[in-house]
């Protein structure tokens, strides 16, 4: 494999652990799919940049460390899913096509926000071949002193909320109304549908509330109860049911039915058609550095430099996707991950000798790179661009028993344990950053005591 033929395996005497980036895992949060029978056969990954999933911000100046999934892009979402779907009795086997998955963080003068934004396009699977499903879309945010904590349930709400959109779809008329699509064909963008299809681009919006992209692409508001619409910000407006008064919360979107009301960072924006899609106006994002700056000085100077970096001040054009749903901005660019053509990602392995058993541990990763270690053996392997997806196998298994993506420019630490207990596995994990340098110095003392008694 390409990828493989990049790594350089080199046994270390001494090194420098390079920076780490922030893991996160789904195994603690749940979906509620009752309403669905189904399972994910698949995951597509057509995220532009794939070295992570965004940014969390750390330490006094809010510095920027990049996110990943502890077990893997596509294990961690495969896993977090199928174990709340119905199994591999369910009706329907599902594709997934994610085209952004980004969560990030922005600071305010008194408080931070935690954002997640996920977009794909569900297909099923026949045979050899894909049906289109539906699009969907969402983004939320959540709020706190430090929400470092709170991104794994913003993700679970990004989910929940594009399996709810999916839900909504006569899936057996989209079954039968679509055309069977080849892989090469799914891996185009433009696959599903061409802007010029969309009917919300050629007929003025139906009054209602609309519960998903998709919805808002045919012009087919799911809830068509009347409501009033009012301003409630400088930019953002607010509905409510006409009946009860009751607030519109949970929508992608409403309309009057003559202004789109696009639902964006939990406030509706008003939409304006621009060329083959639409745009829209509201706030800033938060420069989070002089924000932390702000909290230092404190003060009317801090106060006065809060206030020039808020995002409410600013006001930002925001364009949006009309193949994927997602929102877009030269201002929030800054968030989404980036590709590194130059720098590697590296990757250190260790076995630690206390407790193992003296056999030799045997992996191969991508069925390509074979690795012998021992206990305190030491092994670094590093990555040149682009990176993908490692699979690490044992001899006797068809299956990987580790799966995850590198990060480019950062370093991550693997232990790799044989333990001698009676009944005890082979194990294959990824460990914090301040572990893996404590145990790596370790077995570096151990090998130069050795060589001076040689």
Known sequence: MKLLSSLLLSLLCCFTAAAQDHLTSLDKVSLDLSRHSLRVEEIIDQRPAKSSIGWVQKGMVNQKQPVNFKNGFTTELMRFINSHGAGPAAQLPLVLKIQKLTVWEETLFSKEYAHAELALTF??????????????????????????????????????????????????????????????????ESNAATPQEFAILTTAPKAGVYGSFQEFRDNSPGNTIPITIKEKGRLDYVAHFVPDNQKVTNAWGFSD???????????????????????????????????????????????????????????????????????QSPENEQFLPTTDETTPATITLYRRG??????????????????????NALRQLVITPPVGELKFYTRDKKEPVFVFTPTVGLNRFIEISLPEKRGASLSVKVVEEKIGEFYTKEIELIHEKQNRQR
């Not at 206390?354 to 056999?359: I, R, S």
Request: with cysteine; net charge negative.
């Open 354 to 375: 206390k407790g193992q058993l003296q056999e030799q541990v045997f992996l191969s990763i991508n069925d390509t790179l074979t690795l012998e270690l021992a206990p």
């Open 257 to 327: 039915g003559n202004t789109f009301y696009i639902h964006y960072s939990n406030s509706f924006f008003p939409l304006v058609q621009h060329e083959e899609g639409f745009v829209f106006y509201g706030y800033g994002a938060i420069n989070s550095q002089h924000v932390a700056t702000a909290a230092v000085l404190g003060g009317a100077i801090g106060g006065a430099i809060a206030g020039a970096t808020s995002g409410k001040g600013q006001t930002v054009e925001y364009s949006l996707n009309m193949l994927t749903g997602t929102v």
């Open 123 to 188: 297909y099923a699977k026949k045979d050899e071949h894909y049906l289109y499903l539906a699009s969907a879309s969402a983004v939320t945010k959540s709020s706190g002193m430090d929400v470092t904590g709170k991104h794994d349930d913003n993700l679970v709400r990004v989910w929940q909320q594009c399996f709810d959109q999916l839900a909504r779809e006569n899936l057996q008329e989209r079954l039968q109304a679509a055309t069977p699509l080849s892989l090469a064909d799914l891996m185009q």
